[in-house]
């Protein structure tokens, strides 16, 4: 279950308000399920740039300093969980450099799979490197007098990474926005009256009243100056993209568009196909919050099958995958549900949820239910067994660690104690699209759209840190 994944990070800009931060701070709310570990707002006046960042949750990094003093037109932020690079102050986003030509402030969303390499070859030509994350290679790209003093400089820059980015950079007059030619991870623009906002999720645009315009698309660089928006390629067009279909499995906001469709929508979609693909006879259907709500709805209304609530989430327990102490992971998710016996007892019932990926978790989930009286319990997932680690930004465990890269559906059965298993089909994820060649499926089916430079390369940032 999704309880069990580690990611990832959330970036907003606002480019041409009277007061940027605290509209980013209301963003950074809005995307804080993206990122628990640290959040962090950087402004410019037009001639300084300032920055307040802190490790842990929006509310208490900003009540310990507040914003107050971040007075400026232009911002961007950042929610972070760390998919390379430790639990730091230093690695906090935005970054902030002093180049040559001036600062720049940068926030990432993604892992750049070669991004050992270009470290490497950097420190060798004797770069200093302040942090331990991945991000930090495109500072020293854009610094290198190679990039600096050429033509469309980050352009060039952008197109030295590989893997997967969302980019917001800042300098103290203009911010850009860019994703990489597979567009794994989202990243949207949008409109408050004359202004620019910029998101990792459309969730946060009518949280301060602006209007969804459109996606940055993959390879694209989108530039906001005084002079107003432009946009350049920095790549050749692909046929197809790599747009990361777990997004829509669980790491969205239920309320956001992510490539082009409502994940709400999308999740009620693969709970119908769930019900088609694994139907059983059973008294109700329970969703395991919040990450099996939307497709445990799908679920009931194809198969008739009435809804209720099992479980109670505790809602003062964060979401424990983005929780980066493996402790602090499994306190948590015993501390995030309560099940409910009234309901359960004597029933025979099927649990919806996202995702299996260790599989403790689930495991649990079925001994409560059983606990609590359940005549049998069913189980149907949201997407299909989780057999391969992700390169791309999603900090799953390693191939022993996932429960499905060794075991067969049945297998994985007996090992939860469950009466039935069934999940979605990779067909069937895919199928509320029209365009399936555009994702990335590679954590179910092993096709990884992007060159890898090694698991090896992830692991080796660990090490700086
Ligand atoms: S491997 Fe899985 S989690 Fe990673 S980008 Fe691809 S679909 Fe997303």
Not at 5 to 18: N, P, R, W
Not at 376 to 397: A, L, W
Request: glycine share 10%; net charge neutral.
């Amino acid at each position: 279950m999704g309880s069990e994944i580690k990611e990832f990070c959330g970036l907003f800009g606002v480019y041409g308000v009277a007061e940027a931060a605290p509209l980013i701070y209301q963003g950074l709310f809005a995307l804080q399920h993206r990122g628990q570990e640290g959040a962090g707002i950087v402004v410019s006046n037009g001639e300084k740039i300032k920055s307040v960042k802190g490790l842990g949750l929006v509310g208490e990094v900003f009540s310990k300093q507040p914003i107050c003093d971040l007075s400026g037109k232009i911002g961007i932020g950042h929610v972070r969980y760390s998919t390379t690079g430790s639990t730091r102050i230093q690695n906090v986003q935005p970054l902030v450099a002093e180049c040559a030509d001036g600062i720049w402030a940068i926030a990432h969303n993604g892992n750049l799979v070669n991004a050992t390499m270009l470290r490497r070859m950097y420190q060798e030509s004797g770069s200093i490197f302040q942090t331990s994350t991945d991000s930090e290679v495109l500072v020293h790209i854009l610094a290198d007098p190679m990039f600096r003093n050429r033509p469309r400089r980050v352009e060039r820059a952008l197109g030295e990474l590989k893997g997967a980015f969302s980019f917001l950079l800042m300098t103290k007059d203009s911010i850009m926005a860019a994703r990489d030619p597979l567009g794994f991870r989202p990243l949207s623009i949008g409109k408050l009256g004359e202004a620019f906002i910029f998101t990792s999720e459309t969730c946060a645009l009518p949280l301060i009243g602006a209007a969804y315009i459109r996606d940055v698309l993959p390879g694209e660089l989108v530039t906001v100056t005084a002079s107003g928006l432009t946009s350049s390629m920095f790549c050749e067009k692909r046929d197809h993209y790599g747009q990361c279909i777990f997004e829509h499995i669980y790491f969205a906001h239920p309320d956001s568009h992510v490539f082009g469709k409502n994940v709400h929508e999308v999740r009620m979609a693969y709970g119908r196909r769930l019900a088609q693909e694994h139907p059983v006879d059973a008294d109700m259907v329970i969703p395991i919050p919040d990450s099996g709500n939307s497709a445990a709805l799908g679920y009931s209304r194809a198969s008739g099958i009435p809804l209720d609530f099992g479980f109670i989430r505790n809602h003062y327990v964060g979401r424990t995958f983005i929780m980066p102490e493996d402790k602090q992971r499994k306190y948590s998710a015993d501390m995030k549900l309560a099940v409910l016996p009234d309901v359960i007892n004597g029933k025979r019932v099927i649990a919806v949820d996202d995702s299996i990926v260790r599989g403790n978790t689930m495991a649990k989930r079925i001994k409560m239910l059983r606990e609590a009286g359940a005549k049998e319990v069913h189980v149907r997932i949201s997407c299909p067994p989780v057999k391969n680690p992700c390169f791309y930004g999603i900090d799953f465990p390693t191939s022993e660690e996932l429960v499905a890269s060794s075991r067969t559906v049945e297998e994985i059965r007996q090992l939860m104690g469950a009466d039935s298993l069934g999940y979605v089909s990779l067909e069937g994820i895919l199928s509320p699209f029209d365009n399936p060649q555009d994702f990335c499926t590679a954590c179910f089916s092993g096709a990884y759209p992007a060159a890898i430079e090694s698991f090896e390369g992830k692991k080796a940032l660990e090490k700086h840190s």
